[in-house]
């Protein structure tokens, strides 16, 4: 058996030198970038980003615009009961949401983070919205009866206005943490040799995390995640956040010498 093997692998080579050739590209790019990173001060990190989140909301402001998309009657503001107020079924709808029920033993959220409902002048009622909702959970299955109640609860809550309401998800919604427990393991192991068992915390992660996008579209892929405990003040994402810089670098130790270990 051990002879098969070794000829197999003599032709075709092992699933390490296959890993291997697919992530070498990869870590030379990272290896070429790291020195400018590297230079960078905390103010400059922060342009950095700030840079790179509004790149990414331009390119999905289309997908975000169309969450909720609400649709009423016109008319003027002395005579409301000829219209259908997208500002009333946006509140009533608000409070849907608000009000929504899944299981508290896992970990789910759901906001309303925006809305728009201007009109032509300050005595029309509005018959055109959009609505925003930031959507969470612990898993996909969570978040699949979540979904489903909250297309309920704002179609139900816009009727009581007799305004309609279109609910898309064109754009997706963050998925669920979904971690392969032996790669957790060897990221575990591998943080412990580089800085040391003692820098070894907790598991941390899980919930709603927009890079399991890549595990929804290929399940195949294993999955982990890395804490690097950056001490974020006064916290994270607040638009006066500062980190340490030396813990990126400390990440990019551990992720280098994961990837040696995977890949042998």
């Known amino acids: 058996m051990d002879i098969v093997a070794s000829i197999i692998k003599a032709l075709f080579g092992s699933k390490a030198d296959k890993d291997r050739k697919q992530i070498e590209p990869y870590l030379e790019k990272i290896k ?3 020195p400018s990173i590297e230079k960078l001060s905390n103010d400059e990190l922060r342009a950095h980003s700030e840079a790179l989140k509004k790149q990414i909301a331009d390119f999905i402001a289309a997908d975000e615009a169309r969450i909720v998309e609400l649709k009423g009657k016109v008319a003027h503001g002395s005579r409301p009961h000829l219209g259908a107020s997208v500002v009333e079924a946006a509140v009533l709808a608000t409070n849907a949401v608000n009000s929504l029920w899944v299981n508290p033993n896992k970990a789910w959220s759901a ?3 925006s809305i728009g409902c201007a009109s032509t002048a300050t005595n029309i009622i509005p018959d055109k919205g959009k609505m925003i909702l930031d959507i969470r959970a612990q898993d996909n299955e969570t978040m699949t009866e979540l979904l489903e109640k909250l297309k309920t609860a704002i179609t139900n809550a816009c009727a009581c206005v007799n305004v309609t309401c279109e609910i898309t998800f064109p754009g997706g919604v963050i998925p669920a943490a979904v971690y392969d427990e032996d790669l957790v393991d060897q990221v575990r192991k591998t943080i412990g040799e580089v800085l040391g068992e003692e820098k070894v915390a907790k598991d941390c992660g899980g919930g709603g995390e927009d890079f399991h996008y890549f595990k929804q579209k290929k399940p195949e892929l294993h999955a982990a995640y ?39």
């Open 226 to 264: 890395i804490g690097v405990g950056t001490g974020v003040t006064p916290g994270l994402h607040d638009p006066r956040m500062t980190m340490n810089p030396e813990s990126l670098r400390n990440g990019v130790k551990v992720l280098e010498k994961l990837i040696l270990n995977v890949v042998g």
């Open 111 to 113: 906001k309303v983070t």
């Open 32 to 34: 070429a970038v790291y």
